[in-house]
């Protein structure tokens, strides 16, 4: 009789433990839920605290403000200063109805003559459309090259004395590897269909016919430019020899040859020129979602550039 009785404790012990694991497991799994998600909770209010979950600001309620859109960073179409972006924000800024002026606060590098040539042909758009709001531009440390391409719109370029402006020109840069290559004893093989599919192949020689060709379009692009300055400073520009070679000038020489008008900061603009001190911040702000796809996006086209032919790019910087 006491082996049944041992096997019947055993099996009643084997339950009472085998229910304790189960009853830990699940509290450990209920444990790391609750934790998963108060991480969570106090990920998205950390978030919206910093603005990294993107959108922009609300205006508020009432009285009348100025519109802010901040330029920042390099203008390109994957960039936070892409025309997408800074476009979507200035409509916004312009169709609220409480908006007395708007101030496109720039500091940039330049970048794609495209995507400035975007900008600027839209804030001509807006400023035609409402007549009654003025668009002001801003600069903090520097407005060149495209940067400046997207000022020359504006009403009036405010500057701090000590701001970079200017850089009136076009770049196309790359590097050359031939002679590396040979002293590597490395042998280029390149295959096109079409003669001038490899263009400015930076691991085949020089082609004199493709570097006139480029000098050509690179002249070209930067009268575009000029065209663009000339037709948003007007009689404001003082033109000299060096104006469209490519140099820029401190804020306070800005003002002198024409390119900016007045110095001026984008709290004093709003107080003094447009007579609206609240400030509403319009800007389209990326989510990390956004930030990280694109991201994937720039990788996974990096690793199959397909036949796309493109070497080097064209730059206002």
């Not at 497991?25 to 910093?50: E, Q």
């Not at 690179?218 to 009689?235: C, P, S, Y």
């Amino acid at each position: 009789m006491s082996e049944p009785n041992n096997n019947w404790e055993r099996g009643v012990l084997e339950k009472l433990a085998m229910s304790a694991i189960q009853e830990q497991r699940r509290a450990r799994h209920w444990g790391i839920f609750f934790k998963v998600l108060t991480f969570v909770y106090l990920f998205v209010l950390l978030s919206l605290f910093m603005g990294w979950m993107g959108g922009k600001a609300e205006a508020p309620l009432g009285g009348k403000h100025t519109a802010l859109v901040d330029m920042h960073g390099v203008i390109a179409s994957d960039s936070a200063a892409s025309a997408d972006n800074i476009i979507t924000s200035l409509q916004d800024a312009f169709k609220d109805k409480r908006t007395q002026g708007v101030i496109l606060r720039i500091n940039s590098p330049g970048g794609s003559p495209v995507q400035a040539g975007y900008i600027n042909d839209e804030i001509r758009r807006l400023r035609a459309k409402y007549p009654n709001i003025p668009l002001y531009a801003v600069v903090g440390d520097m407005c060149a090259s495209g940067g400046y391409y997207v000022a020359a719109a504006a009403d009036k370029i405010f500057v701090n004395k000590a701001s970079l402006v200017g850089s009136i020109g076009v770049l196309m840069d790359g590097f050359g590897f031939t002679g590396t290559m040979e002293k590597l004893g490395v042998e280029r093989r390149l295959m096109t269909a079409g003669e001038n599919k490899g263009f400015m192949d930076p691991f085949s020689p020089r082609n004199p016919k493709h570097e006139e060709f480029t000098k050509t379009m690179l002249a070209e692009i930067h009268q575009q430019f000029i065209d663009v300055v000339k037709q948003g400073r007007g009689k404001r520009l003082k033109e000299t020899p060096d104006t469209f070679s490519g140099l820029f000038w401190t804020g306070q020489k800005s003002i002198e040859l024409g390119l900016a008008d007045e110095m001026g900061s984008m709290e004093s603009v709003a107080r003094d020129v447009i007579k609206a001190e609240d400030i509403v911040d319009f800007t389209t702000r990326e989510s990390i979602a956004d930030r990280l796809a694109k991201k994937f996006g720039a990788g996974v086209a990096s690793a199959f550039p397909g036949f796309s032919g493109q070497v080097n790019g064209v730059s206002l910087r």
